[in-house]
């Protein structure tokens, strides 16, 4: 699908990127332009400028550099569209493209599911579907949000029947749609599962009587469906989850449903499997806090130290609700309403002293020998804190509450156990250039930032010798052409989707730059291009003098050379 490039670009002008960037990162003003911590390398001083006046930033590290839209997509780590998508949102324009398949291979699933979804929601409408209606609304479900997760009906047949007449049996039993050519799932309200993108890859059915069938069936394991590397309504809680720049982890699908119909979007579940590094690699894709929100018993007090350490050794802290009386948050909610989930949401604690609260547990303190298990294995907990001035406050805090010293607990902190995991991206090795290529890379900074520039170098030089610089000086100057002007940072859409032109934007803007320049300056480099383009010639001909054993043509090539070296002399 070609997409309009003039919507393109209103979405990156009605985006201004400083305020785009500093809802992600924190700015500092320096003059007219602005400095963060680079995220796109392993920066520990502010080396990312962006420019409000240019529309850019740039990294004089790494050399990253571009306009909003390319942030967004390389921060959120999402598609060039996906990342105009999440821009035109955020003000209200409408964009939409034609999502490619994730895999075409699986065409027929994703096909099979959509119709079963359909099938099922069609018969929670009909007669036969009173009663299993009657259930869910007095569980305060309401048809907005039906139709939000796609909540359906079973029945006693008919499925099966229908998709048999174009699917085979092995295919449908493959999928976990039926067993023996009849219906696996009778009778059960059913909740679509759709992957990270949308599609449909899968269900959960809960019975709604009081037979002693199981409570939930789910649909087993297909190429589709790994229920460790889905989050349950990810693919519709993202936008929520970057606008808030939180995500809110629970256990099941019914705790988000609850949440959604308060008003609380950017939750996803585990659907009850244990949390995995898909999982965590989704997390550390989006950037954002986390809170943890599983259930309140015995078994999701484990799961939420689990998960908890497992963002800690990954160098993501995370916060946890705490409530009473309810096992989950569809009970809190259902039975106490929105706020007080909102109040148990701002009660929140950090993980580290949910952890140790949680130690204290089947504990009497006031005995000794329980205090001294319960002071051991807090020294265990502080000792993975990888965080310098919080791991002395925990150790004073602990002090504090025991009366034991502080020396004494440091003599057991080894911090040898702390094995965070930062993802960190190298930043390239500087390349000590010869004086012919700064010329070359120098004017392609100029010409980047200096439409007159772009004139002067078709009307004195018109070529590079480096065939990549090249190629990217006849890129500006296309652009330049078809637009009748030069926008730098729209410049950078026209070259997002050629991977040759970004390595030698990132190469220019590595090197150290300033956008001040004389005309002098810019005849000294011309003058040094063509001096190269001279010498290479040279090289070529004093190769070709070696090799010929012709003495005519020997002399003809020694001629040549001599007269280009005089040329170059008069430079």
């Not at 400028?49 to 390389?74: L, W």
């Not at 449909?200 to 409570?215: E, H, I, L, M, N």
């Not at 720049?245 to 699908?253: A, C, L, R, V």
């Not at 579940?269 to 929100?293: A, D, Q, R, W, Y």
Request: hydrophobic share 35%; proline share 1%; aromatic share 10%.
């Amino acid at each position: 699908m070609k997409v309009d490039e003039s919507l393109i670009k209103k979405v990156r002008e009605e985006n201004d990127i400083v305020d785009v960037i500093s809802e992600y990162l924190s700015l500092e003003q320096k003059g007219k332009n602005y400095f963060c911590v680079c995220p796109f390398h392993d920066d520990h001083t502010p080396s990312m400028s962006i420019s409000r006046e240019k529309q850019i930033y740039k990294c004089f590290v790494c050399g990253e550099t571009g306009n909003v839209i390319t942030f967004i997509k390389d921060y959120l780590s999402v598609s060039f569209l996906e990342a105009v998508e999440i821009l035109a949102k955020r003000v209200n324009l409408d964009f939409k493209y034609d999502k490619p398949k994730v895999n075409n291979k699986y065409e027929t699933d994703y096909e099979i599911y959509n119709t079963a979804l359909l099938y099922y929601k069609n018969n929670l409408n009909t007669a036969s579907g009173t009663k299993a209606r009657e259930y869910l609304s007095s569980r305060h479900l309401d048809k907005e949000t039906l139709d939000y997760f796609d909540i359906g009906l079973s029945l006693k047949g008919g499925l099966t029947e229908i998709l048999s007449k174009k699917y085979t049996s092995a295919k449908l039993e493959s999928l976990g749609i039926s067993n023996n050519n009849k219906d696996l799932f009778i009778n059960r309200i059913m909740f679509t599962i759709r992957d990270n993108f949308g599609n449909p890859v899968g269900f959960s059915a809960r019975k709604y009587d009081d037979s002693d069938a199981p409570k939930y069936i789910n649909t087993k394991e297909t190429e589709i469906f790994k229920k460790g590397s889905i989050l349950f309504n990810y693919c519709n809680a993202k936008d929520e989850i970057r606008k808030k720049k939180e995500i809110i982890i629970s256990e099941g699908q019914m705790e988000v449903i609850r949440c959604h119909t308060v008003g609380i979007n950017n939750i996803v579940s585990l659907m009850g499997t244990s949390f995995t590094k898909e999982h965590l690699e989704i997390i550390k894709k989006e950037k954002v806090s986390v809170v943890l929100n599983l259930d309140q018993d015995e078994a999701g007090k484990l799961a939420t130290i689990s998960i908890g350490k497992t963002l800690m050794e990954n160098g993501i802290n995370s916060t946890v609700i705490i409530f009473s009386k309810y096992k989950d948050t569809d009970e809190l909610i259902e039975s106490e309403g929105r706020d007080a989930f909102l109040n148990a949401y701002n009660s929140r604690v950090n993980f580290i002293d949910f952890e140790l609260n949680y130690l204290k547990n089947n504990k009497d303190l006031t005995k000794s020998v329980d205090a001294s298990t319960y002071i051991n294995e807090s020294i265990k907990v502080i000792n993975g804190i990888d965080d310098d001035i919080l791991r002395e406050l925990k150790i004073k805090e602990l002090s504090d509450e025991f009366g034991v010293s502080t020396d004494i607990i440091k003599s057991k902190i080894t911090n040898k156990n702390v094995k965070v995991v930062k993802e960190i991206k190298k930043v390239p090795k500087k390349i000590r250039y010869n004086k012919y290529d700064t010329s070359e890379i120098r004017i392609l900074y100029l010409m980047l930032n200096n439409e007159e520039v772009i004139s002067y170098y078709e009307n004195h030089l018109g070529y590079l010798n480096n065939p990549e610089r090249k190629k990217l000086a006849n890129a500006i100057i296309n652009y330049k052409n078809n637009n009748k002007t030069f926008d730098y940072s729209d410049f950078i859409c026209y070259t997002s989707v050629r991977e040759d032109l970004s390595k030698v934007m990132k190469e220019i803007m590595s090197y150290p730059q300033r956008d001040e320049y004389t005309v002098e300056e810019l005849e000294d480099y011309i003058t040094r291009v063509k001096e190269c383009r001279v010498n290479m010639e040279i090289n070529k001909l004093s190769e070709n003098l070696k090799n010929t054993i012709d003495l005519e043509e020997k002399k003809r090539l020694a001629t040549k050379i001599e007269n280009m070296k005089k040329e170059v002399l008069k430079w």
